[in-house]
Structure formats: structure tokens, C-alpha cells
């Protein structure tokens, strides 16, 4: 008895470790692909954000207000849905893996409606002042994967609607902003 324990026990870990070592590297840097029980992956949708500046009402009335700069993607949601009730394992691929992946990647939540997702990235007040970085983050843990990508390990989250940004820290100027997004139900 304890043999046939001993002997499944092995053949789970070697089938574990053979799917592992099947699984590989997204195949472009910025590309994200979400890692499912199965040992397959389903690619991440990807967008290019648009960046808007907004000046509240109140600002052109009395001189006192806000202006919020949002980045907007198009659509209501992404095709690409997971499970509220489950960690997610995202595989990330960067220039390289050498950089703290919280100073190349970042998770967070939109604020989604019928036509459109937006996450609120800068703000600036009349007596509020400057704040950047203003977006709903999703905190991870992550590890390397691969010579140039990133594991990430995310608690379950809320329904709604999700983005990944994968920066390249060689370049912080990047004209295009690329957003890869999911979906919770």
C-alpha cells in the first residue's frame, strides 16, 4: 500500500514538473499570457490606451476644480475572462529580468462602462496639488520565469475589468502605452 502511495505520489510531481517545463515565455516584450490549471496559456488582449485630460466644470466657473488625466480603452470589456474565486498566474515578458518587477510591471483596475474602460493615471487641483500614479493598483508576487519574463502570483479579485503594464525601465519615455486586459467574472 504504502509502495502504490509512494509510487503516485512521484508520478504527480514528475507530470507537475514535465507540464512546468512546457509552459513557455510569452514571445514578445510586453506581452502577458495568463497561466491556467492546465499548464496551458491564453494570451492577454492587447491595446493601445488612449490618454485624455478632463477639467471638471468647476474649474471653468469659478476657477476652482480638478483635472484628471485618464488613459481609455475602447469597448466595455475584454474577451480574455477569468475566474473571481481564484488566484491568477500571469506570465509577463520584459526587455530582461534583472529589474525589480514592481518598478516594470504593473496591475490595476479599471473603471469600466458600456463604451469604454479608463483608469485615472494623474490629477491636479487647485488646493489638492499634483498626485501621478493614480491608478487602482493590484499588488502580486512575483518571481523570474524564463531568461526575460516575470511569474506572477495575484490573490483572487473583485469582478471587473483588469490591465497589465509592462514597462521597458531602458526606455521610460514610451509614446505608445501598452495595456494587456483581462476580465473578472
Given amino acids: ?18 507540464a512546468q517545463s512546457t509552459v513557455t515565455e510569452p514571445e514578445f516584450a510586453g506581452e502577458a499570457v495568463v ?19 478632463k477639467a471638471g466644470a468647476g474649474l471653468f466657473l469659478t476657477g476652482i476644480g480638478k483635472v484628471k488625466t485618464k488613459i481609455t480603452i475602447e469597448g466595455c470589456c475584454s474577451p480574455v475572462r477569468l475566474r473571481s474565486n481564484e488566484p491568477l498566474t500571469f506570465i509577463t515578458r520584459a526587455v530582461d529580468n534583472v529589474t525589480d518587477p514592481l518598478a516594470v510591471v504593473t496591475v490595476f483596475k479599471f473603471e469600466s462602462s ?58 521610460l519615455n514610451q509614446a505608445n502605452l501598452i495595456v494587456a486586459c483581462f476580465g473578472i467574472d
Fill in 114 to 171: 458600456k463604451k469604454d474602460r479608463k483608469a485615472e493615471i494623474a490629477s491636479a487641483g487647485t488646493f489638492s496639488g499634483v498626485s501621478q500614479n493614480n491608478l487602482t493598483m493590484v499588488s502580486f508576487n512575483a518571481k523570474k520565469f524564463g531568461t526575460s519574463s516575470y511569474l506572477l502570483k495575484i490573490d483572487p479579485q473583485q469582478p471587473g475589468e483588469y490591465g497589465i503594464i509592462i514597462r521597458n525601465p531602458n526606455n
Fill in 1 to 18: 500500500m504504502r509502495l502504490m502511495i509512494f509510487t503516485l505520489f512521484f508520478s504527480f510531481i514528475n507530470i507537475f514538473a514535465i
Fill in 35 to 53: 497561466l491556467k490549471k492546465d499548464s496551458t496559456t491564453q494570451i492577454l488582449e492587447k491595446q493601445t490606451v488612449q490618454t485624455k485630460t
